[in-house]
Nanobody, 116 residues
């Protein structure tokens, strides 16, 4: 198991910003792809953004392009999600993911609520 601990969620007004953080335990963080998923109420969990272990080819869901930015700091075993220009439809539980090959690890989730 690879423990992941998220933080940074909360309640924000539309147009506001939040930054999510996820600390990944272990000494091989640099070998994992990392990403953020979200699970809106009444919908399926879906990927928001992801970075491969090599750091290239960052992926963003169309709905967040230009507003969200994912980054990783391998010296701190941490992945971030900077969320700007938040909309009510961004309301969801956000989950951090670390993956290597077939192995997938998840955080406990952090609630993000955007009020209109």
């Amino acid at each position: 198991q690879v423990p992941l601990v998220e933080s940074g969620g909360g309640l924000v007004q539309a147009g506001g910003s939040l930054r999510l953080s996820c600390v990944v335990s272990g000494r091989t963080f640099g070998t994992y792809g990392v990403g953020w998923f979200r699970h809106p109420p009444g919908k399926e969990r879906a990927i928001v953004a992801g970075i491969p272990w090599s750091g290239g080819s960052i992926y963003y869901a169309d709905s967040v392009k230009g507003r969200f930015a994912i980054s990783r700091d391998n010296t701190k075993n941490t992945v971030y999600l900077q969320m700007n220009s938040l909309k009510p439809e961004d309301t969801a539980v956000y989950y951090c993911n670390a993956n290597r090959g077939a192995a997938q690890y998840w955080g406990q989730g952090t609630q993000v609520t955007v009020s209109s």
